[in-house]
Nanobody
């Protein structure tokens, strides 16, 4: 069992940056793959980035080159550094976890544990 708590959301102008954090507690963090998802009003939740316990990463095409996922195993925390933000990045951002298998998909159904979300709003 893993509990996830996101933080770091807020409002920023287009072109700006934000860093999201997700603190994990409960079970052994290093046994899990972590991911960030987002959901805009009226749209389906979509995968943004994922990271495995060995540090391997994957990104959606829409954020590749702008967002960076990283983790601090000592702090049981995963981060999402978001640069060059666009208005279309506005969404609720969720942290998610699944047991590490060496595979880090960006599909909602593959992740078992979810945080409550943090809002990111990008204005023009």
């Amino acid at each position: 069992q893993v509990q996830l708590q996101e933080s770091g959301g807020g409002s920023v102008q287009s072109g700006g940056s934000l860093r999201l954090s997700c603190a994990a507690s409960g079970d052994t963090y290093s046994s899990y793959s972590m991911a960030w998802f987002r959901q805009a009003p009226g749209k389906e939740r979509e995968g943004v980035a994922a990271i495995d316990m060995d540090g391997s990463t994957t990104y959606s095409d829409s954020v590749k080159g702008r967002f960076t996922i990283s983790q601090d195993l000592a702090k049981n925390t995963v981060y999402l550094q978001m640069n060059s933000l666009k208005t279309e990045d506005t969404a609720m951002y969720y942290c998610a976890a699944k047991a590490s298998t060496g595979w880090i998909p960006l599909s909602v159904g593959d992740y078992k544990y979810w945080g409550q979300g943090t809002q990111v709003t990008v204005s023009s």
